[in-house]
């Protein structure tokens, strides 16, 4: 029996402490200008075209902010809104239609 708790209790926080690192978070941006642009270099001295950098406030869905960074392969679309998914850092993002952004979201991006 007490084998089966040394074993089982371990397994149940690993358990609860994963599932809470894998919880990702939405929030909405809105982009207003232009990236600014990052240079990329290997280590060989080979030289890749620019990334954009993006430092916007996203709000989520009850209107809370979150400062984020990221980065595109080009400069964003102005006036685009994104969903951006969150864990720890931006993971992905993508353009969404104006209509598809929490009502508090948008109360915040259209200031």
Not at 8 to 33: D, E, Q, R
Request: aromatic share 10%; glycine share 6%; with cysteine.
């Amino acid at each position: 029996m007490k084998k089966i708790i040394l074993v089982i209790v371990p397994m149940m926080i690993l358990i609860t402490m994963g599932g809470c690192s894998l919880t990702s978070s939405y929030y909405y941006v809105k982009i207003t200008g232009d990236g600014k642009p990052v240079e990329s270099i290997a280590d060989d001295g080979t030289k890749y075209p620019d990334i954009y950098m993006y430092n916007l406030d996203g709000y989520d869905k009850d209107g809370n902010v979150k400062a984020l960074e990221f980065t595109a392969s080009k400069n964003l679309r102005k006036d685009a809104y994104l969903e951006i998914k969150y864990r720890d850092k931006v993971i992905t993002y993508e353009e969404v239609e104006e209509k598809d952004v929490p009502e508090k979201a948008m109360e915040h991006l259209n200031e």
